[in-house]
DNA sequence: CTGTTAGCGCATTCAA
DNA sequence: TTGAATGCGCTAACAG
């Protein structure tokens, strides 16, 4: 020898893998064939009691899990449900997967999520990722185009929407009606006396920010002339996009969400805006942020985690049963609470726009 | 023929599983063998052109795609990460599940969620479901026990603690120094002249909650006496929790977290207690509410993003590589703001407890 | 460069 | 009741 060194030098630093115990170690150790061990993990037939505690003993010792990938290959089910969501720095869909998974894990299964970071070009294969790797899919508030969502659901694989309805197709939904909520909150600023309202809107690829705008037609035959201003998700959005309103004749302001308007309302009251006696503010979604913020917001309530629920369950029932189930909405509720009033100044005559 | 019933009256609702389209099929369209098929889209190896065109036309055409869990077996590897967390609803870990999420995306992994609703009982299981389905474990917050931890590390499975270090045992984790962080809190709070403080704790069974306590004892030795009140983790938690606080002759008060700080200082407004004049408030954690708040707290900030990219490259170093990295620490920070001042009279001298 | 073969770990036939 | 055999869909090692 030449040298001390060992026979082999480099030992390339070996990834950590699992030493697999398999069904057939269990088997070996109790005594029995896999298929036995099979059963008496699943319960899938009668097992001789004596048999069975062999089995579970030598589980036990050798720490064995059964190999999910085996099992979903074996049984043709993952035991898994896929969830896309644009952004999980929204507090609204973190609301949402924590119904889903609380259905997921009675039935059972896995959860799965993807995040899109609000790129509806992103949707396509995350979805089709998910697709391939989760025995059903829900695809939450998706920003893809009503074309992209019947491609995608046209292969039969279970695909339920949530807050989102494609007129025209027959897919499972959970939703809510965006456009009925917008419309109470148009009449509670009518009836309060306001005529000039701005709408700060939503991500330009929601289909909710679009059905909320939808009820302003609806509100202009009751006299309110309503300003759609381009803003975004978050209160910074909110924040930015406030000023050029100010600036403007506006009595009140309704946000996508409450995070706009709280951020809305947060640069108001830098400016010395005072709510609601200067100006109406209105959120949606009822983040419950009130012990945080102090802010009694008045904001439309949505059952998030119940979207969440109700939508695990109709996927469930669409893989389990087959059944194709009408689009459902979730109720939902204005909250009039303290940043809505009447606007202070009797709201001038429409002037002409220069 | 008796009716004009069909022959099949009852088709019995079959469940939407999708029509499997295999490898083979697709090597049968492209008139080639599943293993070219396979090639070409694992990009394994040189494939002439032609083929390879054909191949990629009837990909489309059928619209396959490989199941996954099929390809975990063959691979003897999921292409999955597992994340477990103790609560969806507290704002801190969907912040993480971003990182960790565009982390295993970059690696072309797809992230398994689970939550266990701080249920320290309920991890044991969740994880043990992760590991047999996910290549690598992320364990955000774990509430178990270190006994517990040290065992589930054991068998040679990938996994990560976050937010969490183990003394004693080498488990690779990123976490912040929780101590350290807390022990700038006493600092601040003692250099204003504070005396008396009230701490606001987080869930029993959190770690970072006793790491945070653990300062104390540090801070006593510059005269700062620390009252522990039991709290939780929600800003309805510090909102319950403030009203004894009050009745002390504390000047100043910490949350575990800024939701928790939020509350009470919700409901010390509502009291008429002014901030910081009447009493100082320091939060922990940073989740940016700023603009949604309008209050500008005094805090910690802790990079939850960071914490989870961060998290996820160990794990997939661990995976990969197999390295056993030490515990890290991420940067965290003091961020003075307009919740803490000096105390408004002179601190009493350290009264005897009656 | 390509087709054939042999598992991956499990559930589930089928016999015994 | 139990064991042996088969296949889930795919990758990888092996020949050609």
Redesign the interface.
């Known amino acids: 020898m030449t040298q001390d060194l060992p026979e082999v030098t480099v030992r390339p630093?070996?990834?950590?893998?699992?030493?697999?115990v398999t069904i057939t170690d269990v088997g070996a150790a109790a005594g029995v064939s896999p298929a036995t061990v099979s059963r008496v993990l699943n319960g899938t037939a009668k097992v001789d009691p004596a048999l069975a505690d062999r089995v579970n003993s030598a589980v036990r010792e050798l720490?064995y899990?059964?190999?999910?990938?085996?099992q979903?290959?074996a049984r043709?089910e993952?035991?898994?449900i896929g969830v896309l969501v644009p952004d999980?720095?929204n507090?609204y869909?973190?609301?949402v997967?924590?119904g889903v998974?609380a259905v997921a894990r009675t039935h059972g299964r896995?959860?799965?999520?993807?995040?899109s970071d609000e790129d509806p070009s992103a949707e396509r294969e995350l979805v089709?990722?998910?697709?391939?790797?989760c025995d059903g899919v829900l695809l939450c508030s998706p920003r893809m185009d009503r074309t992209e969502i019947a491609e995608l659901t046209s292969?039969?694989?279970?695909v339920v929407l949530v807050n989102r309805v494609v007129p025209g197709l027959t897919i499972p939904s959970i939703s809510v009606d965006f456009v009925g909520a917008m419309t109470m909150v148009c009449g509670h600023l009518a009836q309060l006396g306001h005529r000039k309202v701005a709408y700060l809107s939503g991500p330009a690829a929601s289909w909710a920010n679009s059905e909320r705008v939808r009820a302003f037609d609806t509100a202009k035959a009751f006299g309110l002339e309503i300003t759609v201003v381009p803003c975004g998700s978050?209160?910074?959005h909110?924040?930015e996009a406030i000023g050029d309103v100010l600036r403007s004749e506006v009595t009140a302001v309704c946000g996508y969400n409450d995070?706009i308007t709280?951020?809305a309302?947060?640069r108001m009251?830098?400016l010395g805006v005072r709510v609601p006696r200067d100006m109406t503010m209105i959120g949606f979604d009822d983040i419950s942020?009130?012990?945080?913020?102090?802010?009694n917001l008045t904001t439309v309530a949505v059952p998030r985690e119940e979207l969440g629920r109700l939508g695990g369950e109709m996927l469930e029932r669409?893989?389990?049963?087959?059944?194709d189930s009408e689009p459902r909405y979730a109720r939902m509720e204005l909250r009039v609470r303290d940043t809505s009033a009447a606007p202070r100044t009797t709201p001038r005559l429409n002037l002409p726009e220069q």
């Open positions: 630093p070996r990834a950590q893998r699992p030493v697999r720490g899990r059964p190999n999910a990938a085996a979903g290959l043709g993952w035991g898994t999980l720095s507090p869909f973190p609301d997967l924590k998974s896995r959860m799965m999520v993807m995040e089709e990722d998910l697709m391939r790797s292969r039969d694989h279970p978050t209160s910074e909110g924040y995070l709280l951020g309302l947060a009251r830098e942020l009130d012990r945080v913020t102090h802010t669409l893989m389990t049963v087959g059944q």
